[in-house]
């Protein structure tokens, strides 16, 4: 059975760096094909994809907000870890990380979802 | 970059009804589409990838449809845990990149 669960800050100050812990069991990240990915959603509105790490230690960003985001494994310990840096109130919401496998030789859709984790900027 | 727009915003339906939910892409993504379900407070459910295939353990009532710019979700006579929030989502190939629209909330008329 395959889980995820993000954790970090619940508050985090105007202009610092968020770094927000994927843990997931069931899966290695080191296996072929899979992937890992965090998406974010402000309250009330939908949501938006971030970033995504393979099992080969590939990384992909949302073009909007790379300039800011940092992606990283940790396959002894089974993390995903994703730093945001220049945080604003903007930023302000849930941010879940999800398991992508791939499927008919794609890697399309995110199948299993961690519960989230609020964040709020604020001063 | 990639736009996806749904329509309608809201939808209210009675439990029963048929119902079709449309996705409309800013270009041809062929049939990367994906559908999530969101209920309040929950995190996102996959319910449909590749544009038609259902995902484990999805009801046959949901189904999938469409290719190139337009996509539709439909559910076949509505139950009441099929009221939340749907988006749609595309995936394009190289550069990886994923795109949701802005969601449909299903509402109990």
């Known amino acids: 059975q395959i889980t995820l669960k993000e954790s970090g800050p619940t508050l985090v100050n105007p202009t610092q760096t968020l770094t927000l812990t994927c843990s997931f069991s069931?899966?290695?990240?080191?296996?072929?094909?899979?992937?890992v990915g965090w998406i974010r959603q402000p309250p009330g509105k939908a949501l938006e994809w971030l970033a995504l790490?393979?099992?080969?230690?590939?990384?992909v960003y949302n073009p909007s907000l790379k300039s800011r985001l940092t992606i990283s494994k940790d396959t002894s310990e089974d993390q995903v870890v994703l730093r945001m840096t220049n945080m604003d109130p903007v930023d302000t919401g849930t941010y879940y990380c999800?398991?992508?496998?791939?499927?008919?030789?794609?890697?399309?859709?995110?199948?299993?979802w961690g519960q989230g984790t609020m964040v709020t900027v604020s001063s | 970059e990639i736009v996806m727009t749904q329509s309608p915003a809201t939808l209210s339906v009675a439990p029963g009804e048929r119902v079709t939910l449309s996705c409309r892409a800013s270009?041809?993504?062929?049939?990367?589409l994906v559908w999530y379900q969101q209920k309040p407070g929950q995190a996102p459910r996959l319910l449909i990838y590749?544009?038609?295939t259902r995902a484990t353990g999805i009801p046959a009532r949901f189904s999938g449809s469409g290719s190139g710019t337009e996509f539709t979700l439909t559910i076949s006579s509505l139950q009441s845990e099929d009221f939340a929030v749907y988006y749609c989502?595309?995936?394009?190939?190289?550069?990886?990149?994923?795109?949701f629209g802005q969601g449909t909330k299903l509402e109990i008329k």
């Open positions: 989502q595309q995936f394009k190939n190289w550069p990886p990149m994923y795109t």
């Open positions: 999800a398991h992508l496998p791939m499927i008919r030789g794609v890697m399309d859709a995110f199948d299993i």
């Open positions: 270009e041809s993504i062929s049939t990367n």
């Open positions: 790490i393979y099992w080969d230690d590939d990384k």
């Open positions: 590749g544009a038609y």
């Open positions: 069931g899966f290695s990240l080191s296996t072929s094909g899979v992937g």
